[in-house]
């Protein structure tokens, strides 16, 4: 597992550029005033810092001249600009910081939106706690770039281009001697930043790969304890964080390096510039203002020089995690809208057919979930799809519902082909109950009314007592209002799947999906249910999913799927007087016999 998700990240932490913050651009431009307003903030304290050390070179040269009323003045005049300073830094960074927080929250919706609506097949291919990996701490990344390190490295730049202006004007002779330091410091900038660049991309593919494997664990946390899983499954986590850990030691190592290396060779300069300013001034051909503002302006060079440095590192990091998100906000969804789609009617009268239906899941190419299956469902009809395990039933289901398209065939709902519809327009016409049941962490109500949103409480009670869920719900502490925890673990698993076909009632689709529905119930339960589906039958088209047969014989209709085929088709009776694989499941599950039927 390690192996393979390194060989991964490794692949991704080639060929990556600082380029890649343009991505952002299109969340920044909608608050282009905004930017405009922190940008001229960022400017006007560029040049109030840089006008302070003529302030200060007035302040030295006033005390030679022994002027109280000029030096007052000169003190006076540097203290307002320290308050300008203060000014315009605060609201610098109080445009900047908003607009960080307002972009990134624009990323993170947008990351969201777009994720929530992929299909099964993408998640195949990645997991879900790398993708709220990228969502978190990537764009935290982003976070402290827009609303801090972009802002600080051009004002830094301001302060670099106007320092050395103002340098060469206070003196050429001792300009010249810091330019030469100029390259000795940009040189390590460029060849070490190349290798932080791909230390910072693989730092955060192996925390976004920890997080992966944390989340898969932790989701399946009973499970792991049930099979004393938890030593091998530290193991993994520790590996996994472990790598992570060393990436970041590296990626720390290369930035201190780099950071010593800078502000030595900076510093050292100023060192010089002050060994040969002093000998000029004792010379007298300098003054000690000057002096003492070629200094500052060399400082404020220097300092420019190292703070550049340091977010030069910060930016590489932000690089990776634009491309990342790039990279998911612009991934193709195996399924997608059309672009001009037909409207399908308010409620479809919900006649299925499947044309010659021929499907591969993306993870197993080379096995057919389904070969040609045709069958067409009329309005109103009750079907079950039996068969063993992996026969293709579910995966019936699910082409219906266009989580996946087909690779030949055609799947249509009134005639209408239903790749030529909107996903959301389909999907509405329809009503799932699936065999695992997701329950959220809310309120038994919200549950329900997951189904319809806009739903009454007591249409919420009437779907419940439908589903044989009222009792229960009823008996909790808050009644419907108890929180039912995440996953649900305050239900058992038949409670949670009557709270599931209680959504799926209120839904009030003309198709109802039933996907082994009943299979966690008690009898006692599963007839109450069975009542209410046949009640929900008469009226709506229903495709039912069982591998317990008990639950299937009343319907009008029953298709045998072996090995993604349907092998046979009739009702309960007829096909067990054809014998075959539909006779041989009854055998198995009904002790009586099939005459006692």
Known sequence: MADQTGTQIEERARSKRIGALATLWPFVRPYRRLLAAALAALVATAVVALTLPLAVRRVVDGFEAKEAALLNAYFAGALGIAALLAVGTGLRYYLVTRLGERVVADIRKALFDRMIGMSPAFYERIMTGEVLSRITTDTTLILSVIGSSVSIALRNVLLL???????????????????????????????????????????????????????????????????????????????????????????????????VIVIFLAFSGIVGVLWTGANSVMAGTMTAGELVQFVIYAVIVAGAVGALSEIWGELQRAAGASERLGELLAVQDSVEDPA??????ARPSGEIGFEGVRFHYPARPSHAALEGVSFRVRPGETVALVGPSGAGKSTTLQLLMRFYDPDEGRITLDGTDIRTVTRRDLRRALALVPQDPVIFAASARDNIRFGRPEAADAEVEAAARAAAAHDFLAALPEGYDTPLGERGVLLSGGQKQRVAIARAILRDAPILLLDEATSALDSESERAVQRAVERLAAERTTLIVAHRLATVKKADRILVFEEGRIVAEGSHDALVAQGGLYARLARLQFTDGIAAE
Do not use: C, Y
């Not at 390590?188 to 925390?207: A, H, M, V, Y």
């Not at 060393?246 to 720390?252: E, F, K, L, T």
């Not at 001009?340 to 009617?345: A, E, I, K, S, T």
């Open 340 to 345: 001009r789609p037909r409207v399908l009617p």
């Open 161 to 259: 281009v106007g320092g050395l202006i103002a340098l060469t004007l206070t003196s050429p002779k001792l300009t010249g001697f810091v330019l030469l330091i100029v390259p000795a410091v940009i040189v390590p900038i460029i060849l070490l930043g190349r290798k932080l660049r791909k230390l910072s991309r693989e730092n955060q593919d192996w925390i976004a790969a920890s997080s992966g494997s944390a989340s898969e664990a932790l989701l399946a946390a009973q499970t792991v304890q049930a099979f004393t899983h938890e030593p091998r499954s530290r193991a993994q986590f520790g590996e996994v964080t472990e790598t992570s850990f060393d990436v970041a030691r590296r990626r720390i190592g290369t930035r201190a390096a780099m950071t």
